[in-house]
């Protein structure tokens, strides 16, 4: 549970006939993370990779194309329809299939279009005839008379005065068909040879003039009687090519499902290594699983060659992708740990420390029995995934129900409920009265904390084989030694003759490690046999090395101090539940509803906002304090093969 | 109100300085100090230092529209809306251009929060069409909704930017026909004169710049002024003699044939010296009997010419450009002639 699933490295031989069966078992089984094996052979003949990589691409080629149109069409890919894995679609087959929706989809789409467009052009027409409905005159008049120029339009009524002043000049007619506001429907009419005249002029009048539909002749009742039934059309049509579009949905998400499964599956093929009869594939896969996934390869066939190696930690870690495999809280937990890095083969996977200790830093902070019940009942409704917007946000719910239970048992511990101190006598101790006391414990826990992490480095270094490190780093044993001989030193100061180790032990052990500390990066090369021994002039060196051991010591006391804050929280926390039942009372007694109001929106701030700071300081402390000691992170995704 | 104006000392002062940044400090000095101090040293540039200028403006014009009756309320909001209308063309050329909010933010006369134009949004909508669907409800919405089909045809910002400013002065026109005949009298010069700087430059440039034909030029223009009149607008229109047209509208003009002998020189000349005449209007509203509209009005347009002046200034200075040649482009300096 402390380590990341044990990986396998599996080599297989495969003779060429089998090669599809095995790609399709990899896919199905989800399990089987691939190395690309396609450049150590170079065969280039059928079903070689290059041949693969071709049909892959031509499949790829037919799924961009089923992707456009279902864009077209509005839809997505959606689940894949049941187990379609064990075919392969022939190019032959599946091309003139693509060719021919592309070609329905797009006459349907611009069927579509063109009809939608249609329908937009009637529904202005009939705005405009709408407002002249009452003009009983037939339009247009003389549509095409040598002498006669007529223009129909819509002007501002304020407008009308001076368009028929600047037409003075000329003989012509402004008749107002149908008075408004803002705008006025009128008849501009005069001789043919004024035509450029009478346009500027309306033009710099802003008459817009009527656009009527082509060939159209009759009063605008009649044709917007026309055009309305002519629009009833057009929607049913419509309705009638978007039933028609269903149809096609559900064939084009059919085959888009077909061909991404030939194209992940060719993929697949693509990274197996091809000798003239064979395929030689690589991959890895979770340990545990090897003997039933061999039972399976051997199912295909007895012919197919297998080996073997079991990753150990840490001599060949570099390349073993990572598996983790946590379920429940483990799971939930899991995802703080990978937002500060995904760990490494060959080191501890911290998520059970981090599940175990950060519900108990946060709970310590924010004890109280009432406070923490509120938060176990936000943690159910997230977790529960019962409101679609909130679904998202599940694996919160299980890490909030958590720490509200650890807020729930520190409150008991504490004796607090809503900030209320006289409802039960505390288990343990109430922090406003003690505060000393608390922030000693919060402190030494602290420091309990801090030397676990240091072990926990000495164990990963140790799997990896870094002997100088080891012994010599600040995150070494000489490290540790010299933390503890400092904390023990700080410990006899201020309460003489409590430890049984003798003052003159803590203070060797302490010189000893901290010339081992300041010296480590030597006595590293040293001990492994690297030269040169330092880099750069000794004095450089000493300086440099003299400046790290004081930042060294420096970092232990403050990494250590670092966790006062935790005790300082839960003050702060009884404080500030205190403060929101004084002001509650400045309001009024209880029996005031404002009593109640002010208790309330104390509460939800408490649980809102300090919760959020207490969260952020949690977090704080796991990853700066804790986990940068001991975990380095960095590890390979594990990624199995899957038609999704 | 009169004394918060800058005195003839004050501008002998501030004229006698030759160099921006001492000319703005000395500004702190006057009543746009309180509004100039605001800004960091570093920002204040001659335009933010203009824009700030305008800030006292507003507040002036907010103090006014608080406190006069209500009859002549409505007037002076559609007068302090000419800057909002300026403020929708600058923003609308400025979308057309491409142009950021940050650049074009301080190009704004600072309107304040009686504004209705979504000034940010507009420049940030993309296009012009969008940009006018955002006025809904404004009272620019439907005189631009109606041009639009113009912009669309012709891709040009001139027949939205007339459509508004059409709109603006017929409002302006029947808003001050409305006002009782006691306060009508005093405000005619200011407003009305306003009013005629605008239909007869607007006539007058687009027959010589743009060339407009006869109806054209009287569609975009008013068919009412205050000395200016439709006979004399229709009569450019027509192409007939300016310069006698000119001498009509204008009897006391000195120098008229010499001034639009070059109109392209003379119509900047002849707009200032209308502008002059306005100013001059202000002045004879401030005296005599003080209790009338025409008091708080003209308080109003001195102050905007006397920014407009300061301006001036500020640019000359920057510019290192001598008095002698700025000094003509002031309204409020030269003696009531004008010097061709």
Known sequence: MLFTQKMSQIGLVVPAQYGFQVAVLLNKERIFHQIDNSNLYTDTGPGSPEDWRKRAASYANLENRLLSNMKLLGIQPGDQPGNNLAALERMYAVQPETDRLEREVLELSDSLTEVQDELNLCQGYIQQLEAIVDVALELPVCPNSRFLFCLFGFVPTTNIERLRASLARIDCLLLPLQQGQPTTFVMLAGSRKDQSVLERAARSAYLNPLSLPEGMLGTPAVWLNRLKRRMQKLQEEIRNQTQLRETYCDQIRSLYWRVHTSRLLATTLSRFGKLHYTYVIQGWLPYQQLSEFEKKLKGISEDILIEVQVAARGGMGQGVPVALNHRGIFHAFESLVMNYNRPHYNEIDPTILLTITFPILFGFMFGDVG???????????????????LKRFAELGQIIIVCGMASVLFGGLFGSVFGLDDLFAAFWIRPMENILHILIVTVAGGVILLSLAYLLSLYNLAISRRRGAFFFSPQGLAGLMLYWSLIGLAVDLFNPGILPIPNSILTGVGIASAVAVMFSEALTHLVEGRRPLIKGGVATYIVQAFFELFETVIGYISNSLSYVRVGAFAVAHAGLSAVVFILAEMVGSSQHPGYWVVVILGTLFIIGFEGLIVTIQTLRLEYYEFFSKFFRGGGIPYQPLEIK | MYGNLLSRDDWDHLSSITDAGALIEALKGTVYGAYINRVKAEDLTTRRVEYEMHKYLADAFGVVIKHIPDHARALMIQLYRLYEVDNLKATLRGLVLRESWEQIRYTLFPYGNSTVLPAKAITESGTVEEAVALLQGTPYYHTLVHALERYEKEQNLFPLEVALDLDYWRELWRLLNRLSLSDRQPTMPMIGGLLDICNLIWALRYRIYYHLSEEEIINYTLPFGYKIHDEQIQAIAAGEDIVRIIKEACPDLPHPDELLQDPLRGLPKLELWMQQKVYEACHSAMLGYPFHFGVPLAFLLLTEYEIQDLTVLLEAASLQIPIDRYKRFRVSALPMGLTV
């Open chain 1, 371 to 389: 406070h923490g019940l509120v938060l176990v009942l936000i943690g159910i409704l997230l977790a529960s995934q019962r409101i679609g917007v």
